[in-house]
């Protein structure tokens, strides 16, 4: 089937403007996560949702950052006021994890690279 | 504390041969598991083979096989018969608390691996 799809795959915005990136998870996949990855920082978690509900949200580095999901399927990661180094690769990433499981392999989007002039 | 050491910023490696990149890790909680991404020049992530800590034998998918060694807290990935498609980014990562609920990923460096022919 169909896997992890990010639009868009590249974004140029203006320093100071709002961006939104979007993630459609593989089909029936409840948890959803995004990353960030940039040439200074590495592969760094942002956010994980399980179904429409986000119990981690502690690699969000500042408020303006932010991120829903709805319908326990798309999810959207919102950029305010934009600064360049928020300049990177935003992926996501799903798994379909049941509720005392253990092993829930993480499947990524080919991401969405953000540069911000 | 580095949580994923992948010590091999680079490394190259002959068509047809074997080649071990390395990884280690630092936990203290008894359940966990450990997974090897490639990242080809396209960006996006593939996954390639998974160890749960509990697993009593070395996990194997085709060509790679992980060679899990628990007492020194290392799971480096072995590809067998390289290929010209090898080369690409190679990320060491790991879930903690497997029954705990935590969910992220926390990734290594990376290793960039060339095959040569």
Same mark, same amino acid.
């Given at each position: 089937?169909?896997?992890?799809?990010?639009?868009?795959?590249?974004?140029?915005?203006?320093?100071?403007?709002?961006?939104?990136? =979007?993630?459609?998870?593989?089909?029936?996949?409840?948890?959803?996560?995004?990353? =960030?990855?940039?040439?200074?920082?590495?592969?760094?978690?942002?956010?994980?949702?399980?179904?429409?509900?986000?119990?981690?949200?502690?690699?969000?580095?500042?408020? =303006?950052?932010?991120?829903?999901?709805?319908?326990?399927?798309?999810?959207?990661?919102?950029?305010?006021?934009?600064?360049?180094?928020?300049?990177?690769?935003?992926?996501?990433?799903?798994?379909?994890?049941?509720?005392?499981?253990?092993?829930?392999?993480?499947?990524?989007?080919?991401?969405? =690279?953000?540069?911000?002039? | 504390?580095?949580?994923?050491?992948?010590?091999?910023?680079?490394?190259?490696?002959?068509?047809?041969?074997?080649?071990?990149?390395?990884?280690?890790?630092?936990?203290?909680?008894?359940?966990?598991?450990?997974?090897?991404?490639?990242?080809?020049?396209?960006?996006?992530?593939?996954?390639?083979?998974?160890?749960?800590?509990?697993?009593?034998?070395?996990?194997?998918?085709?060509?790679?096989?992980?060679?899990?060694?628990?007492?020194?807290?290392?799971?480096?990935?072995?590809?067998?018969?390289?290929?010209?498609?090898?080369?690409?980014?190679?990320?060491?990562?790991?879930?903690?608390?497997?029954?705990?609920?935590?969910?992220?990923?926390?990734?290594?460096?990376?290793?960039?691996?060339?095959?040569?022919?």
């Amino acid at each position: 089937g169909a896997g992890v799809s990010q639009s868009p795959s590249n974004k140029v915005t203006e320093k100071g403007k709002d961006v939104e990136l =979007r993630c459609d998870p593989i089909s029936g996949h409840t948890a959803l996560y995004w990353y =960030r990855q940039s040439l200074g920082q590495g592969l760094e978690f942002l956010i994980y949702f399980q179904g429409n509900s986000a119990p981690d949200k502690s690699g969000l580095p500042s408020d =303006r950052f932010s991120a829903e999901r709805t319908g326990g399927s798309v999810s959207t990661l919102t950029i305010q006021r934009t600064q360049q180094e928020d300049s990177a690769v935003y992926l996501c990433a799903s798994s379909y994890l049941e509720t005392g499981g253990t092993t829930d392999t993480q499947y990524f989007g080919p991401g969405t =690279r953000l540069t911000v002039l | 504390a580095q949580k994923i050491t992948q010590t091999q910023p680079g490394m190259f490696v002959q068509e047809k041969e074997a080649v071990t990149l390395d990884c280690t890790y630092d936990t203290s909680d008894p359940s966990y598991g450990l997974f090897w991404y490639k990242q080809p020049s396209s960006g996006e992530m593939i996954f390639l083979i998974y160890q749960g800590s509990y697993d009593q034998q070395n996990a194997t998918e085709g060509r790679y096989s992980l060679n899990f060694q628990k007492a020194r807290k290392s799971a480096n990935l072995v590809i067998s018969a390289s290929q010209l498609g090898d080369s690409a980014m190679y990320f060491c990562a790991m879930r903690e608390g497997l029954r705990g609920g935590y969910n992220k990923l926390i990734f290594g460096a990376g290793t960039r691996l060339a095959v040569h022919p």
